[in-house]
């Protein structure tokens, strides 16, 4: 009885991951546009945060902010916008904290 309850608890936490595509592909929940370059505000997010940024084919950098479980909660992609940068903000779900704001103020 206790493996049963311990494997539905295990998939109905896992089924609240969010995978890196998913959030990706998801339409912005907040747009910011900023003064600084877009590798200032990718090390900025990347530093506050203890993840890496990546660099992507398009041009635009992403920093994921993800869950004990691997799963992603916050997802941020970084634009060149002329001289300063535009920030795309999703969420997938919740977390405590908000040291990303100063990021892109």
């Not at 936490?13 to 370059?37: H, I, K, N, Y």
């Not at 990347?46 to 909660?73: E, F, Q, W």
């Amino acid at each position: 009885m206790k493996r049963t309850a311990l494997a539905l608890f295990a998939a109905v936490s896992l089924s609240a991951c969010a995978s890196t595509q998913t959030v990706l592909s998801e339409a912005p929940e907040q747009v910011f546009f900023t003064d600084s370059s877009p590798n200032e505000v990718a090390f900025c997010l990347a530093n506050k945060n203890n993840t890496p940024a990546m660099d992507r084919d398009d041009g635009s950098k992403v920093v994921l902010i993800k869950n004990g479980y691997g799963g992603v909660s916050l997802a941020f992609t970084i634009w060149p916008d002329g001289d300063g940068s535009r920030v795309e903000y999703r969420r997938a779900f919740g977390t405590i904290g908000a040291a990303w704001k100063q990021c892109v103020a």
